[in-house]
Each structure stands twice: as C-alpha cells, then as structure tokens.
T-cell receptor, first 109, second 114 residues
Framework: EDQVTQSPEALRLQEGESSSLNCSYT??????LFWYRQDPGKGPEFLFT???AGEEKEKERLKATLTKKESFLHITAPKPEDSATYLC??????????FGAGTRLAVHP | DTAVSQTPKYLVTQMGNDKSIKCEQN?????MYWYKQDSKKFLKIMFS???????INETVPNRFSPKSPDKAHLNLHINSLELGDSAVYFC?????????????FGAGTRLSVL
C-alpha cells in the first residue's frame, strides 16, 4: 500500500537554529514528491515539487531534497514566521496526492 | 479574489441530516478535488474530477456524492451524516491531471456532526 511517513511529528526550534524534516515514502511509480505548508485554519500552500532522486529546490530559508526513499526539508536559520505544519505528499499518477501526517514546526524568538 | 473558495467555512449539524459543501475556482483549471482532513491531521483524497468527469473515487461511503455542474465548480453532498464524518473538508484544483500541475487548496470547511 502506498504510504508517506513524516518525522518528527513536532519540532521546536529557537530562531536561527537550523534543522531538517524527514519524509519517507513507499509509492509505486512515484511521479512527484510535494511539500506544502499549512497554517492554522487555512488550506495547504504549495512549496516545492521534486521529480527525481538527487533533485534539490530552494526557496528563501527552505531547501528540499529527494532520494529514492525519502525527502528532506532543510530549514536554515528559521524565523518565527516559519512556524507552521509542513506536509509532504507523493503522487503515483492522476495527480493523486498521498499525504503524510505533517510536522508541526514552532520557531521561538 | 480568492482562487479556490469553499462555502460554508463552518457547518454544525445533527446526525442523520443531509448537507452540501460548495467549491468554486476562478483559476480556469480543468481538475478539481475533495480531500478530508481528520482529527489526526491526515489529508486524504476522496474524489477528483477532470472536465466534469470523475477520475478518482477513493473508498468513500456512498453517502458522499460529488457533483460537478461545470469545470469551475465541484460540490460535495453528504447524506445521513454520522459522527465520524466530522472533519475539515478541503477542495483543491489544478490545471490538469499531470503531476506537474500544482494543486491549489481552498481554506477548508469544518464540519461538526453532533
């Protein structure tokens, strides 16, 4: 069965303290690996799509990487406004996204 | 203008009632989706329509019936509501069904069944 697992479930960082979020997946015929950000009371907001192992994408303080079994979201020198739930999703076709449970990130000043 | 809008934002109802949630997108997209986010925050796809045709139909009770009157709208009707239906329901849309097409989500409808 296709599955996406994220860790840790929750992460608390001090402002400026870099860290990484993990997303491991078992999806047959992976077409793409997605990262979304979700703020409380809002819908997920797209961050990145990765298509093949070795691919990397960056946006401000975030960098996403992909291997054949997992993806990492690296957060460099985070700020309080980076606090959110980060969702990972894998697609096996028809743009059907299989989401993980998310990592709740809290960045404190 | 909001790209993907859902109404209502909150819905509180009694067990056994029938309710509908509406979704509209003004992005000119061909594909629309319904997701359910349960109390554990898992987002699970329920349905997907492309050009008004059903293309994804996950294992969902047949009390749930999606309806797409046109490409810009995808409504979700739920019959005989049960306690376990309480969740946040998200609508999303994308340009098409190819994985390269980003899905844009609405703000969600929080359904509480009492």
């Amino acid at each position: 069965e296709d599955q996406v697992t994220q860790s840790p479930e929750a992460l608390r960082l001090q402002e400026g303290e870099s860290s990484s979020l993990n997303c491991s997946y078992t999806v047959s015929g992976l077409r793409g690996l997605f990262w979304y950000r979700q703020d409380p009371g809002k819908g997920p907001e797209f961050l990145f799509t990765l298509y093949s192992a070795g691919e990397e994408k960056e946006k401000e303080r975030l960098k996403a990487t992909l291997t054949k079994k997992e993806s990492f979201l690296h957060i460099t020198a985070p700020k309080p406004e980076d606090s959110a739930t980060y969702l990972c999703a894998a697609s096996g076709g028809y743009n059907k996204l299989i989401f993980g449970a998310g990592t709740r990130l809290a960045v404190h000043p | 203008d909001t790209a993907v809008s859902q109404t209502p934002k909150y819905l509180v109802t009694q067990m056994g009632n029938d309710k509908s949630i509406k979704c509209e997108q003004n992005l000119g997209h061909d594909t629309m989706y319904w997701y359910k986010q349960d109390s554990k925050k898992f987002l699970k796809i329920m349905f997907s329509y492309n050009n008004k045709e059903l293309i994804i139909n996950e294992t969902v009770p047949n009390r749930f019936s999606p309806k797409s009157p046109d490409k810009a709208h995808l409504n979700l009707h739920i019959n005989s509501l049960e306690l376990g239906d309480s969740a946040v329901y998200f609508c999303a849309s994308s340009l098409g069904t190819d994985t390269k097409n980003i899905q844009y989500f609405g703000a969600g409808t929080r359904l509480s069944v009492l």
